[in-house]
T-cell receptor, first 112, second 113 residues
Framework: TQLLEQSPQFLSIQEGENLTVYCNSS?????LQWYRQEPGEGPVLLVT?????EVKKLKRLTFQFGDARKDSSLHITAAQPGDTGLYLC????????????FGPGTSLSVIP | SQTIHQWPATLVQPVGSPLSLECTVE??????LYWYRQAAGRGLQLLFY??????ISSEVPQNLSASRPQDRQFILSSKKLLLSDSGFYLC????????????FGQGTRLTVV
């Protein structure tokens, strides 16, 4: 059972276009993170959102955490080829042991 | 500063052979440690995580095992590799507390032939 779902799975767009990717769950998370991964490397953190309804901006990237802390979105404005990569959301699940689980990812390709 | 080392970077092993991947963390103490596996272009599947020495939680029943003999050392092992064990293996650590960033090693590309 996938605790975190991401959509779309694949996305190919032209340079300059805008896009939004989504991360959804039926579970509540104490925090949610977005990572970007390039081929052959480990993921690198982009942002952490903690408060329901929180919006964070990182240059052309806008991240939003849902009010109920079950979902999040990543919006990219005027995409550039350097934005190409795998975008992963990750949630912190509170159990007897804390653990970080990842969604299946959205593979983004920005065509020059 | 904290760093995480994972080796080897690539590995080609025959079916039935043993496996040992090692991960060490520097610059922090008492980290949470994770082993993930990733299929090509897809998300990370959590295999094992550890909150302390000798404390291992297995997420997926499989042909693999993990051990944490020291505070900052995490080892992924197998006695007999299967073809389905091929993939990209990533070690990661987080500090304890909420909203913790995961720091990843460079990964090991394992091909079982």
């Amino acid at each position: 059972t996938q605790l975190l779902e991401q959509s779309p799975q694949f996305l190919s767009i032209q340079e300059g276009e805008n896009l939004t990717v989504y991360c959804n769950s039926s579970s509540v998370f104490s925090s949610l993170q977005w990572y970007r991964q390039e081929p052959g490397e480990g993921p690198v953190l982009l942002v952490t959102v903690v408060t329901g309804g929180e919006v964070k901006k990182l240059k052309r990237l806008t991240f939003q955490f849902g009010d109920a802390r079950k979902d999040s979105s990543l919006h990219i404005t005027a995409a550039q080829p350097g934005d190409t990569g795998l975008y992963l959301c990750a949630g912190e699940k509170k159990t007897s042991y804390d653990k970080v689980i990842f969604g299946p990812g959205t593979s983004l390709s920005v065509i020059p | 500063s904290q760093t995480i080392h994972q080796w080897p970077a690539t590995l080609v092993q025959p079916v039935g052979s043993p496996l040992s991947l090692e991960c060490t963390v520097e610059g922090t103490s008492n980290p949470n440690l994770y082993w993930y596996r990733q299929a090509a272009g897809r998300g990370l599947q959590l295999l094992f995580y550890s909150v302390g020495i000798g404390q291992i939680s297995s997420e997926v029943p499989q042909n693999l095992s993990a051990s944490r003999p020291q505070d900052r050392q995490f080892i992924l092992s197998s006695k007999k590799l299967l073809l389905s064990d091929s993939g990209f293996y990533l070690c990661a650590w987080t500090s304890k507390g909420s909203g913790r960033q995961a720091f990843f090693g460079q990964g090991t590309r394992l091909t079982v032939v």
